[in-house]
Every structure is written in structure tokens, then in C-alpha cells.
């Protein structure tokens, strides 16, 4: 097993439910807690910046009061993503209230910072930052990070190209703390399968847009259910850097999917209150083919703990 802080020790399931860009809000992450998964929200869905600490006021006193209420059954952490690339203007107000409310874990991306890091330590955070290859988790556990999310490909959005197997076994050469493994899990099977593989968690996200917490609009929740991984497309165009989207809402707004140019990466933008372009482009994972209805977070959650005993189960004989 792996050396895992106080934070991640005792998670009631093996599950880290990924920060969703635009779709994720308190009301899907107090689900999550309260279902047994850590929920997860970007800083930057907190629209303007000075919404964020509402967010985190409504997600700490629910959740204390969930745990006040049910000492034999806490609720899950949660996590904050915060965007550690330049252009991301809010990152030092969004750090600051995540500093006010000791959020219990931070998950960084499109960068790795020193002085972030210890930051977090200093109200006893945790940090994990997600990678898509081994040389950037290198990079991030020698800044300081205390775990990493391995982003392997066929995940959603910001997703990378390496095959799952190949970047956990790598990680496992030289790194003995958290590690969470992303691309492609929507089932309790593909769960027990990360752990199998080396990782301590399943980080899942595609699966959640198709829950009624989720803030997404009712069609690209049933284009979730209708589609499989036939319909995702790795394109660079709408970030400037590499991720999947759903190939029906590429073609709703004029384009083909599979004739989409390059983007130049120098005009990233992750700036706190710029509108965004492509703001009806829906980002999604290759797992999606296991994703049947819309239903309550709470319902697929017992639906995965379901599949991953049966799992075990089958391993087991």
C-alpha cells in the first residue's frame, strides 16, 4: 500500500470524482462526500472570483453538519482545483480562500509550484497534481506535491496519450505515495482494475456530467448517455492543449470532427473571468460507452460500490 496522508487514509470508497470545467458545483460535491467519494470542484467555475467563498462556506458547513449528524459514516473530503498556469489571473484571491477554510485537498494542473505547495502544507492541505507523463511527475513531487493524478489517455478533457499500464508501472519505479489513475473509468470493474494495476484511486469524471446534480445542460447529459468512444475526438484547438470532446457538439457548432485544425499552445487562456470561445464544446472521456441513464449522484455511487464488490467478487472466485 501506499504512504497516504490524513486526508486520503479511510476513504469509505477508492474514488477521487475529478473537477469538472463549468459542470461541477457545491451541490454535485456534497454528493460525492456524502456518498463516500471525494468530491472535487475547479476554482474557476466560481464565477465571479468573489462566488468562491460562498462555494466553500455552503461545502464545509454541509458537509460538517452531514458529519455531525452521521459519526458512524462521514462524509468524504473535498478538493479544489486550482489552475496553476500563467494566465490564470485568480489564482492568488482562489488560494487565499482556499487558505480561509483549510481545504483538505488540492488538485493542481498546467503547472507545478513550490511556494503553492507549501502553502497548502501550512493549513494542512494536501496536493496532488495531475500529469499525463513521467517526466512531469518527476517535476511534480520534487516541487512539493504530496501525490499525483497519472491523466493516462481517453480521459476527459485535459487528457494525455500514454497507455495506462505503461505510465502507473513507471510511476511505481520510484514514487510510493498517493497516486490516482485517470482515463476511461466509469465502472466498479475499471475501479478494482486501477487499483490492480498500482493505483490507489480511480479518478473519474465523464461518468458524473450524467447526473442530476451536475451543472450541464439535459443535452449534453443524454449526448453522454447516447454515445460511446467512437464519438470522442483529441484535439488541442479549444485549450490549446490536448483533450477529448463529444464529436456531437463539435458538428452543433459548425465544424467537422474530423478535420479540425491545429491550435498554437502560446494562446492558452485560463483567465479568471474571460469569456470563453467554445464554451458549447463539450468535453468528455472514452468511457462513456458504460454510462446507460441519468440518475442521482448518490445512485451511481452505490452503482460502482455494486460493481466493485461483484469485482472482487469474480476475482476472488
Known amino acids: 500500500m501506499s504512504r497516504l496522508p490524513g486526508a486520503l487514509n479511510h476513504l469509505p470508497l477508492p ?17 460525492q462526500c456524502k456518498a463516500g467519494v471525494v468530491g472535487s470542484v475547479p476554482a474557476l467555475n466560481a464565477r465571479p472570483a468573489a462566488q468562491l467563498e460562498d462555494w466553500l462556506a455552503e461545502i464545509t458547513e454541509t458537509l460538517a453538519a452531514y458529519n455531525l449528524a452521521n459519526p458512524d459514516q462521514p462524509a468524504a473530503p473535498f478538493a479544489i482545483n486550482q489552475i496553476v498556469h500563467k494566465s490564470n489571473d485568480r489564482l492568488e484571491h482562489d488560494l487565499e480562500m482556499c487558505a480561509r477554510f483549510k481545504v483538505p485537498i488540492i488538485i493542481t494542473s498546467l503547472g507545478a509550484r ?107 447529459k443524454q449526448a453522454i448517455v447516447e454515445s460511446n468512444s467512437d464519438d470522442i475526438v483529441y484535439s488541442n484547438l479549444f485549450t490549446g492543449v490536448h483533450g477529448n470532446y463529444l464529436a456531437p457538439s463539435i458538428r452543433a457548432a459548425g465544424m467537422d470532427p474530423d478535420n479540425l485544425p491545429e491550435s498554437d499552445p502560446s494562446k492558452m487562456n485560463f483567465g479568471g473571468d474571460k469569456s470563453k470561445a467554445w464554451k458549447d464544446i463539450w468535453g468528455c472521456g472514452q468511457g462513456i460507452g458504460a454510462v446507460s441513464k441519468v440518475q442521482s449522484t448518490a445512485d451511481f455511487v452505490a452503482q460502482l460500490k455494486r460493481e466493485y464488490e461483484e469485482a472482487r467478487a469474480r476475482l476472488l472466485g
Not at 15 to 31: A, C, D, K, Q, R
Not at 135 to 147: L, P
Open 15 to 31: 474514488i477521487i470524482g475529478s473537477p469538472l470545467f463549468i459542470i461541477s458545483n457545491p451541490t454535485l460535491v456534497i454528493e
Open 114 to 220: 513550490e511556494d503553492l505547495n507549501q502553502a497548502v502544507h501550512g493549513w494542512g492541505g494536501v496536493v496532488l497534481h495531475d500529469i499525463i507523463n513521467n517526466k512531469h511527475a518527476h517535476k511534480a513531487i520534487e516541487k512539493g506535491a504530496d501525490g499525483l493524478i497519472a491523466v493516462a489517455c481517453g480521459a476527459g478533457g485535459h487528457a494525455g496519450v500514454k497507455s495506462p499500464f505503461a505510465l502507473i508501472q513507471e510511476i511505481r519505479q520510484w514514487f510510493d505515495g498517493p497516486v490516482a489513475l485517470s482515463g476511461s473509468i466509469s465502472t466498479g470493474g475499471g475501479v478494482l482494475a486501477a487499483q490492480a494495476m498500482g493505483a490507489d484511486f480511480a479518478y473519474i469524471g465523464s461518468a458524473f456530467i450524467a447526473t442530476e446534480e451536475a451543472r450541464a445542460s439535459d443535452a449534453y
